[in-house]
């Protein structure tokens, strides 16, 4: 497995997506939904449903989960609440708009225990309660290479909870600021920046300070990867919002693929795309509609960077046949469902 580009991804299929009114005031990337609610919701699953057919004929593992709920519009976006780490650690996170909290799903998590080697799973999301978030690998851009987790500040980014998390998860917090023509700050880190294994996306001019921008640039290409600079207007069609997967072809040989929106491929120059197409393939899929609620495919995806369970042969461990499972240990103690809460 790479330590980039998991070879896993966890999408939600939200049944009843819409653009949600509760994070409009600060997500300057979120639009108006002008169709009927039933036809926005119809017309978004067609795009998840395109997001999980696509990766998986590139032979990446997807695991699907439906949700019904009307009251969680933007559970399309689970990587704002979850994230993996090679070494089997798990972390749940604090989110900043009330009616996205209930995101969190145990099911997700407990097939992540079933699948995958899971030691910990550290639960941020006491925080909610003191107005501190972090929104995840939305909030964050991982360099899962160089261990240096790139942040920029916004109501969803809570400085203190990344020192938290860098701590437990040994990365090297780098904080900046970043802002749009208007003086907005940008609010997720997300939209701004993907880094790949041998590439990085990142609109470097949406830091102000010069200084700060130089350091994060040095940072980004320390381990010899190539820098595409994205502009503004970049940004706006959703190119920073992409992530880069492992696949495998038919004869199993690895696939490195970098996934994104149709929106953001065409807004690549030539230049740009080639300079992707020399380390990754370039899998990109239409989706307006979820792009309407100010994400786009990065935001979809939870990536699974733990080592898979091997399979084996069932245990009987009674007369009537019950499978035998082996325990979890979560923080050293075995348990079933128990998170390793954070406050």
């Known amino acids: 497995m790479s330590a980039v580009a998991p070879s896993a991804v966890i999408l939600i299929r939200a049944l009843r997506f819409q653009p949600n009114p509760a994070t409009a005031a600060d997500n300057a990337f979120q639009s108006e939904a002008l169709a009927p609610p039933a036809t926005i919701a119809a ?15 590139t032979g990446v593992t997807v695991h699907v989960f439906e949700d019904e709920d009307h009251t969680r519009p933007d559970s399309v976006f689970p ?50 309660p003191d107005g501190i978030f972090l929104e995840g ?47 907005v700050p940008v609010y997720h880190t997300n939209v701004i920046a993907c880094i790949g294994t041998e590439v990085a996306l990142f609109a470097l001019e949406m830091i102000p300070d010069a200084r700060r921008r130089q350091e994060v640039r040095e940072r980004l290409s320390a381990c010899g990867r190539t820098i595409i600079e994205l502009t503004e207007a970049q940004v706006r069609e959703f190119a920073g919002n992409a992530v880069e997967l492992s696949g ?27 300079v992707i197409e020399e380390s990754c393939e370039i899998v990109a899929v239409d989706i307006p ?23 084996r042969e069932p245990e009987l461990t009674d007369a009537v046949g019950a499978i035998a499972e082996e325990p979890v240990s979560i923080d050293g103690v075995e348990a079933a469902s128990e998170l390793a809460l954070v406050d």
Request: aromatic content about 8%.
């Open 43 to 57: 017309r978004a699953l067609a795009e998840m449903d395109a997001v999980a057919a696509a990766l998986r004929a």
């Open 79 to 128: 990587n704002n609440w979850l994230s993996t780490h090679a070494g089997g650690a798990v972390a749940v996170y604090p989110m900043y708009a009330s009616n996205r909290r209930h995101e969190r799903r145990w099911d997700v998590l407990e097939m992540l225990k079933s699948k995958y080697r899971v030691q910990t799973i550290i639960d941020y999301s006491g925080l909610e």
């Open 137 to 183: 690998t939305g909030a964050m851009v991982l360099d899962h290479v160089s261990r240096v987790a790139y942040m920029a500040r916004s109501h969803r980014a809570d400085t203190h909870v990344l020192e938290r998390f860098c701590t437990d998860f040994g990365y090297e917090p780098m904080v900046f600021d970043a802002i749009d023509a208007d003086g």
């Open 248 to 274: 495998r072809w038919p004869d199993g040989r690895r696939r490195t693929i970098m996934a994104m929106s149709a929106r953001a491929r065409k807004s690549l120059t030539p230049a740009q795309a080639a």
């Open 289 to 311: 509609t979820i792009e309407l609620a100010g994400g786009s495919v990065r935001c979809m995806i939870a990536g699974v960077h733990l080592d898979p369970r091997p399979a």
